[in-house]
């Protein structure tokens, strides 16, 4: 075999060669695309599945307005004191919860119920009037006008909800001075009678102090007092029980899926739409690696009390709060 041969044949099993590993590469791409949309394809029915078990309350006039904005998805929590599911009772707490990828952070605002604001269609009033009068879409549009915020998106959770999500993540370990603990008993005095639970249920040893563990029933009770410390005490120990259960919620997702499915789920009422959820749950490992920061409206030396036709309220300074809310979510002080 002469030369000329020896060198086309050589030619022509590279070429062979070439498209041989071409062709499996293209194999292995349209596995991988097959087995990824499987995988997706499975996921998202299970969270379908979940999502069905929560409460959806359209708000109508948001249902076409992005949930994200200059890379943060606002959602407003709304903690009433309903028993039911809906919009009955009031709204006991009010925290923004942004996700920011800007900043690579989880922000956790409380606002004040009773920093007296404009309140569209309505006279000024306290902010959480605005849910009394129209509900979590009014309480959305008289944050965004009052603050200059961007929220459209809600989720409402009730007592039974705001229990079951501690006791979902085996109860929570916070500090606790021996007047707290008493204001504990306090409050589970009502929410067992309301509940229908035997006197003395969950009640705490007055005698304890400094780091405790507290259950569901404890924690809520833990967390509406407003009797030390004001509203401003009260709206922190909620972020402090909400900042322990973020901690532990992965862990709990993983052991016990069942406590998060039958015992939050059917006590929460949301806007969110399924893909919006499915796309959350996409995202879920990216948000254990933020930031965890958490914060207040009004700030220190903003805000002024005052009575206003009988009512005892908050008179803050709106810009100040304004610029702070852009810097800490959007790291943005000029808008």
């Known amino acids: 075999m002469d030369c000329h041969k020896r060198g086309s ?7 062979y060669e070439k498209r041989r590993r071409k062709s499996g590469f293209k194999k292995v791409i349209i596995f991988l695309l097959v087995f990824l949309l499987v995988l997706l394809g499975g996921w998202y029915y299970i969270v379908g599945r979940l999502y069905e ?3 959806y309350l359209e708000a109508e006039d948001y249902r076409t307005q992005p949930w994200k904005k200059d890379g943060v998805v606002n959602i407003l929590l709304i903690g009433n004191d309903s028993r039911e599911n809906g919009e009955d009772g009031r709204s006991d707490a ?34 959480n009037a605005a ?40 109860g929570v370990e916070l500090e606790l001075s021996g007047q707290e603990i008493e204001y504990v008993n306090a409050y589970l005095v009502e929410y067992n009678m309301l509940t229908n639970r035997a006197e003395g249920t969950d009640y705490m040893d007055t005698g304890a102090s400094g780091m405790v563990h507290l259950n569901g029933p404890q924690a809520l009770a833990y967390s509406r007092n407003r009797y030390m410390g004001t509203d401003f005490g009260r709206t922190e120990r909620q972020r402090k029980v909400l900042g322990a259960v973020i901690e ?77 809310l852009r810097e800490h979510i959007y790291h943005d002080m000029e808008n």
């Open 53 to 55: 078990k929560m409460n």
């Open 9 to 15: 044949m050589r030619t022509g099993m590279k070429r």
């Open 131 to 170: 849910y009394a009068f129209g509900g979590p879409e009014l309480l959305m549009e008289t944050i965004q006008q009052n603050f200059g915020i961007d929220v459209n998106r809600y989720v409402l959770v009730n007592f039974e909800a705001f229990a079951a999500l501690v006791d979902a993540v085996n």
């Open 248 to 324: 532990k919620l992965p862990t709990a997702v993983l052991s016990g899926p069942e406590k998060i499915v039958n015992g939050i789920l059917p006590n929460l009422t949301t806007n969110l739409t399924k893909e919006e959820c499915f796309r959350l749950s996409l995202q879920a490992g990216k948000f254990l690696l933020y930031d965890n920061n958490q914060g207040s409206i009004p700030l220190e030396g903003t805000y002024t009390p005052a009575e206003i036709r009988g009512m005892a309220v908050l008179e803050i300074d709106f810009e100040k709060n304004k610029n702070w």
């Open 94 to 127: 009010m925290i923004l919860l942004s996700l920011s990828d800007k900043t690579k952070s989880i922000y956790m605002t409380s606002i004040l119920r009773d920093i007296y604001v404009d309140i569209p269609g309505h006279d000024g009033n306290r902010l």
